[in-house]
């Protein structure tokens, strides 16, 4: 079996293989090909961890695994380590034996701006030019990155709750040659495209705050009772995720779902519309948003990607097992 | 982290120190320190592959993880390998990193042998001598090798539906220097401690096959649909489990259950028994149960032991990761 450990993630795989792998896996999961398993999550009533595993199959790629790993809050202030810690385990589809083990810190933030960008590339306005950022972490930084790359943007505009954190992003857009504005929340109505990013319990992005046009792909949503964007603007929108069932129960479409104002049918997978078989965004007018839950599918594609370079690149470390 | 591969298992681990293992994550599940996660298992839809993962979290243990893998059924035909196929892995419940992977097959066969011998030792009568066993499979060496260990039995009879099969268990017992006999189902009634395993779907142990003051291990059924033990007997029988949501569930009791015969209130843990907060056997007359379905913190507590004694012994490989 192959070992990639942490570490060695960043000299093997970017923002655009990453890209490539998610968009690919978005297309077979819409085609049937590829399917998550349900999702196990648990609060191990230790460190006040969340701990748990996004498991699943891509019969087109061959990749069976999972990412097994959590949350650890108290990692960073205790013991200098990120709090976010996963590992993903890719298995022989063929023979049930262990094939992989690959460090998946990196890949999750990789492969979580992949996402975004993937509904960027197939939902937002060919002509958008201001990128509206909503949060200011690290995973915000990744967010950017992607995205940036996928449409010709001409400025990036910023808001988060803690303003302090915005140089994160600044930097980024700075480092692209762009101009970086701080703005409101009202400000975002010069956004051509927003990406949510946040951990946050209540809607930060009104109806009012976005213009018609706008793709919005709303990324901080995984958990029930997480909100980044009222209900009514998710409503007033053209919806699109990685996965409905996440979308409808942990997704930003929740409390839509909730309070009524959607169904479950309104909202098309990202993957149809990469396979041509939902028409995605229909007028300039429309406003499109993405809820991006993350599913464990990104993480084996990633992961896959990084052992199929690994090999290539005479890296691969070899265990016998 | 540490790695000890398939082939390193068995030379570091023994029924005894398995069993040790089984029987203290059984008490602490019973105390309330130890529980399991929900079970994922998942028909691939390729190669007629069940595939899946067992996690838990074992706080007095601190074992944290999982098994993953499943049945591969063409694999021994096709390609010369087993056709239960799975591995182990810990993770630091301090921070979340991984921190051991284990091979699990001779695991699985280990620690499921050491749960029909913990419900031996706690539950079946002390004057015990003679075992009946009924299938005579590979898991059925290993149960009968354990189960040996733990009653002063005089002699083993034995029965399966494929009687060619019988010389693999009768080997076992000719080893431990005690006669065997063949026998048909009604002659079970000679038997003091009956062990099912066997992967059937309907029952063969009938009420009338059973005397008064037997222990039955059913260590079989892990599966909806799956039965061994006539659900009459079932409810006539005192009964215990590893863990009660799995017994009424997947387990031998699914049946009874379902008949309305017994309740889920019925139903005891081993574990209780273990910890002296249930009295277990109560007379010398009294049928007892256990319905054994197999729980993933068997596979953690004796991948843990694996891990402890490969570091003791020196011969624990490790891996920067």
Same mark, same amino acid.
């Given at each position: 079996?192959?070992?990639?450990?942490?570490?060695?993630?960043?000299?093997?795989? &970017?923002?655009?293989?990453?890209? @490539?792998?998610?968009?690919?896996?978005?297309?077979?999961?819409?085609?049937?090909?590829?399917?998550?398993?349900?999702?196990?999550?648990?609060?191990?009533?230790?460190?006040?961890?969340?701990?748990?595993?996004?498991?699943?199959? &891509?019969?087109?790629?061959?990749?069976?695994?999972?990412?097994?790993?959590?949350?650890?809050?108290?990692?960073?202030?205790?013991?200098?380590?990120?709090?976010?810690? /996963?590992?993903?385990?890719?298995?022989?589809?063929? *023979?049930?034996?262990?094939?992989?083990?690959?460090?998946?810190?990196?890949?999750?933030?990789?492969?979580?701006?992949?996402?975004? /960008?993937?509904?960027?590339?197939?939902?937002?306005?060919?002509?958008?030019?201001?990128?509206?950022?909503?949060?200011?972490?690290?995973?915000?930084?990744?967010?950017?990155? *992607?995205?940036?790359?996928?449409?010709?943007?001409?400025?990036?505009?910023?808001?988060?709750?803690?303003?302090?954190?915005?140089?994160?992003?600044?930097?980024?857009?700075? @480092?692209?040659?762009?101009?970086?504005?701080?703005?409101?929340?009202?400000?975002?109505? @010069?956004? &051509?495209?927003?990406?949510?990013?946040?951990?946050?319990? /209540?809607?930060?992005?009104?109806?009012?705050?976005?213009?018609?046009?706008?793709?919005?792909?709303?990324?901080? *949503? &995984?958990?029930?009772?997480?909100?980044?964007?009222?209900?009514?603007?998710?409503?007033?929108?053209?919806?699109?995720?990685?996965?409905?069932?996440? /979308?409808?129960?942990?997704?930003?479409?929740?409390?839509?779902?909730?309070?009524?104002?959607?169904?479950?049918?309104?909202?098309?997978?990202?993957?149809?519309?990469?396979?041509?078989?939902?028409?995605?965004?229909?007028?300039?007018? @429309?406003? *499109?948003?993405?809820?991006?839950?993350?599913?464990?599918?990104?993480?084996?594609?990633?992961?896959?990607?990084?052992?199929?370079?690994?090999?290539?690149?005479?890296?691969?470390?070899?265990?016998?097992?």
């Amino acid at each position: 079996m192959v070992i990639v450990p942490e570490g060695a993630i960043a000299d093997l795989i &970017d923002a655009d293989a990453s890209f @490539e792998a998610v968009e690919s896996v978005f297309a077979a999961m819409s085609r049937g090909d590829a399917y998550n398993f349900p999702v196990i999550r648990e609060a191990i009533g230790h460190e006040d961890a969340l701990y748990g595993f996004k498991g699943g199959f &891509d019969k087109s790629g061959m990749a069976l695994g999972l990412k097994a790993g959590g949350y650890w809050p108290n990692n960073l202030e205790k013991r200098g380590l990120i709090n976010h810690q /996963s590992t993903v385990f890719l298995f022989d589809p063929d *023979t049930g034996k262990v094939k992989a083990m690959v460090g998946g810190n990196l890949l999750t933030a990789l492969r979580t701006a992949a996402s975004s /960008s993937v509904s960027i590339k197939h939902l937002s306005r060919p002509d958008s030019k201001v990128l509206g950022m909503i949060g200011a972490g690290h995973q915000a930084t990744f967010q950017l990155r *992607t995205a940036l790359k996928h449409r010709n943007f001409e400025k990036v505009i910023g808001w988060n709750y803690h303003p302090d954190m915005l140089p994160n992003i600044e930097k980024i857009a700075t @480092e692209a040659g762009l101009p970086f504005e701080a703005v409101d929340l009202p400000g975002m109505v @010069e956004a &051509d495209v927003i990406i949510s990013i946040t951990s946050a319990f /209540s809607a930060s992005l009104m109806a009012d705050h976005v213009s018609p046009g706008t793709h919005i792909a709303a990324m901080g *949503t &995984d958990t029930k009772g997480k909100q980044e964007v009222d209900a009514a603007l998710v409503a007033s929108a053209t919806v699109f995720t990685d996965e409905v069932a996440q /979308s409808i129960s942990i997704g930003e479409a929740q409390h839509a779902i909730a309070a009524g104002t959607i169904k479950e049918s309104d909202i098309a997978e990202v993957g149809a519309v990469i396979n041509g078989t939902h028409k995605g965004r229909t007028s300039d007018d @429309e406003i *499109t948003l993405f809820d991006g839950t993350g599913v464990g599918l990104q993480d084996l594609a990633v992961a896959a990607k990084v052992v199929d370079l690994a090999v290539e690149k005479g890296v691969a470390q070899r265990v016998d097992f």
